[in-house]
């Protein structure tokens, strides 16, 4: 194999869920496209890794100090949905259900990787709470250890804001799943989120 094919594979493998096979298959595509196409796939990369920042309000993605999101006045900007990482927002908005503004964590608290909350982005969601104006804190975190933890932590530190709802999406059994197969912690979060049939 070409040094140069071999190095473009190896890159391409470093990347979360591309193994080598799908790492070839990629770098051969760039074979076929025409080099125009190449160099404007590289340039959007490079300027994306280069300009991106994080918004100044919430912490997601943007290319400004503020995201199109908290900038929007259209926003219910005294309505948090809490979230882990900015995929979690972006599904979040594919619904377009929610109207009101995020908070990216920035990920969990794990003691096994050696995250705490200082890591996370919580002290500025705390700041944005006490500053006023918020009425509901949903948080919308993984059901994992780590993402219980993380929301038993937040629940804790916004108990000093009694005038703050703080919620959690629900969590149950996903449409398809048979009974038997769900484990127990999913079982007790449907049991406790039921609803009354209509």
Not at 29 to 57: G, P, W
Not at 59 to 67: A, K
Request: with cysteine.
């Amino acid at each position: 194999m070409s040094k140069l094919l071999q190095d473009a594979v190896s890159e391409f493998s470093r990347l979360p869920g591309i193994g080598r096979r799908t790492a070839l298959r990629l770098a051969m595509h760039l074979l076929k496209m025409d080099k125009e196409s190449v160099e404007q796939m590289t340039s959007a990369i490079s300027r994306f890794r280069n300009e991106i920042r994080y918004c100044s309000e919430c912490n997601n993605l943007s290319d400004l100090e503020r995201c199109p999101i908290c900038s929007n006045p259209e926003r219910d900007h005294s309505t948090i949905c809490v979230v882990e990482q900015v995929g979690d927002l972006m599904s979040i908005e594919n619904t377009h259900q929610y109207r009101g503004v995020y908070h990216v964590l920035g990920g969990v608290i794990s003691p096994m990787q050696g995250i705490g909350p200082s890591d996370l982005r919580i002290d500025m969601l705390v700041d944005k709470v006490a500053a006023g104006g918020v009425k509901e804190v949903i948080l919308a975190i993984s059901t994992s250890v780590e993402g219980e933890t993380t929301l038993f932590y937040i629940m804790n530190r916004l108990k000093k804001y009694p005038s703050v709802k703080v919620t959690t999406i629900a969590r149950g059994i996903g449409f398809g799943d048979e009974l038997e197969y769900v484990d127990e912690l999913t079982i007790t979060h449907a049991l406790l989120n039921r609803r009354t049939v209509e």
